[in-house]
Nanobody, 126 residues
Framework: QVQLVESGGGLVQAGDSLRLSCAASGRPVNSFTWAWFRQTPEKEREFVAGITWNGGQTNSADAVKGRFTISRDNAKSMLYLQMNSLKPEDTAVYYC???????????????????WGQGTQVTVSS
């Protein structure tokens, strides 16, 4: 089993920045694609950004391209999401998710991921 714990959420103003972190424990995660999703009460969980096992490939949703950057530190079993120029529409619960197949792609659908964190709330005020 793998445990994922997100941190770094909070209440910020539009235009501010936040850095989310996700810590993995239980088993090595170096070989697997990792991603961030977000969800609001009005929407289904949606893909935000993903990164392959070695960081060689990243992908992000159009809504966050140019503002959010995903990265990982395999030595520390950590995943990050640097969020800049935040907008009120970025308000959501953010989840990190870990794929458990040694693939070199970045799935954008939630059910492709095996392990999930509990989520961290990000609220952006206008």
């Amino acid at each position: 089993q793998v445990q994922l714990v997100e941190s770094g959420g909070g209440l910020v103003q539009a235009g501010d920045s936040l850095r989310l972190s996700c810590a993995a424990s239980g088993r090595p995660v170096n070989s697997f694609t990792w991603a961030w999703f977000r969800q609001t009460p009005e929407k289904e969980r949606e893909f935000v950004a993903g990164i392959t096992w070695n960081g060689g490939q990243t992908n992000s949703a159009d809504a966050v391209k140019g503002r959010f950057t995903i990265s990982r530190d395999n030595a520390k079993s950590m995943l990050y999401l640097q969020m800049n120029s935040l907008k009120p529409e970025d308000t959501a619960v953010y989840y990190c998710a870990l794929q458990w197949k040694p693939i070199v792609t970045i799935p954008i659908i939630a059910n492709a991921y095996t392990y999930w964190g509990q989520g961290t709330q990000v609220t952006v005020s206008s």
